[in-house]
């Protein structure tokens, strides 16, 4: 347990300073001032918009991203640790705790921003207003702590995290679809939970488990392929 503490230790203390707060706080202003323009623009359909484009389908993706950069230190997950495993520290156990904190802290980062893009989508009279924002910050929590994990395990692969931003590109291009190709990408399955096109027809039950499982074959890769 103390090595999984020493590995959140050394995450948290890589998301400090002004940089991370500044990019989440400007994130979920954009994602706002874009609910209202879908309010404005789309009516009835302002919500549903706002979660798939802005929220989801851009800014949710690129936020886990650059957050597992920089919990990694810009590095592979599996050499992120070196600095408290030449001190005796489970490299694996520590690894583990790099992978809590950046779980937590994007699946905190999606839900301020699904929260704030449904502010900005409704007015506050809205009774739609509460419904949309319990059916939605379950699916946020999920799909960002999902892209955490899953951003963590493609860094193993390629030169200093490399496998990291062709995950990224690969999500938006093979995540966008429904066919079979869009099955490994958690941009598919989150589509299919906000009620767009899902992939092969899966309902959407099956969709939480497509997730679940993406999250914890990332957690398994990702012990596997680090040396204890």
């Known amino acids: 347990m103390n090595d999984v503490v020493a590995g959140a230790q050394?995450?948290?203390?890589?998301?400090?300073?002004?940089?991370?707060?500044?990019?989440?706080?400007?994130?979920?202003?954009?994602?706002?001032?874009?609910?209202?323009?879908?309010?404005?623009?789309?009516?009835?359909?302002?919500?549903?918009?706002?979660?798939?484009g802005p929220v989801f389908g851009f800014a949710l993706p690129i936020l886990a991203y650059l957050v597992s950069e920089r919990v990694c230190d810009g590095a592979r997950l599996?050499?992120?640790?070196?600095?408290?495993?030449?001190?005796?520290?489970?490299?694996?156990?520590?690894?583990?705790?790099?992978?809590?904190v950046s779980a937590a802290s994007t699946a905190l980062s999606a839900v301020l921003l699904t929260v704030?893009?449904?502010?900005?989508?409704?007015?506050?009279?809205d009774a739609s207003l509460v419904s949309d924002l319990r059916a939605s910050v379950g699916i946020a929590a999920l799909s960002g702590a999902v892209y955490a994990l899953w951003f963590g395990a493609?860094?193993?692969?390629?030169?200093?995290?490399?496998?990291?931003?062709?995950?990224?590109?690969l999500d938006f291009l093979l995540g966008a679809g429904s066919s079979a190709l869009a099955a490994p990408w958690p941009r598919a399955h989150t589509r299919n939970l906000l009620g767009g096109v899902p992939v092969l027809d899966m309902p959407q039950s099956a969709a939480w488990l497509a997730l679940l499982a993406i999250g914890a074959a990332s957690v398994v890769l990702s012990v596997s392929r680090t040396p204890s």
Request: hydrophobic fraction near 50%; proline fraction near 1%.
């Open 78 to 100: 599996d050499r992120s640790v070196d600095l408290v495993a030449r001190y005796g520290v489970d490299r694996r156990a520590a690894l583990f705790g790099v992978l809590l």
């Open 10 to 52: 050394l995450a948290r203390e890589r998301l400090r300073g002004l940089v991370s707060p500044l990019v989440l706080v400007l994130s979920v202003i954009a994602v706002y001032a874009l609910g209202v323009l879908e309010r404005r623009g789309s009516g009835a359909g302002a919500a549903d918009s706002a979660l798939e």
């Open 154 to 169: 493609a860094s193993l692969f390629g030169k200093r995290g490399g496998g990291r931003k062709w995950a990224l590109i």
């Open 116 to 125: 704030s893009a449904l502010i900005g989508a409704h007015t506050l009279r």
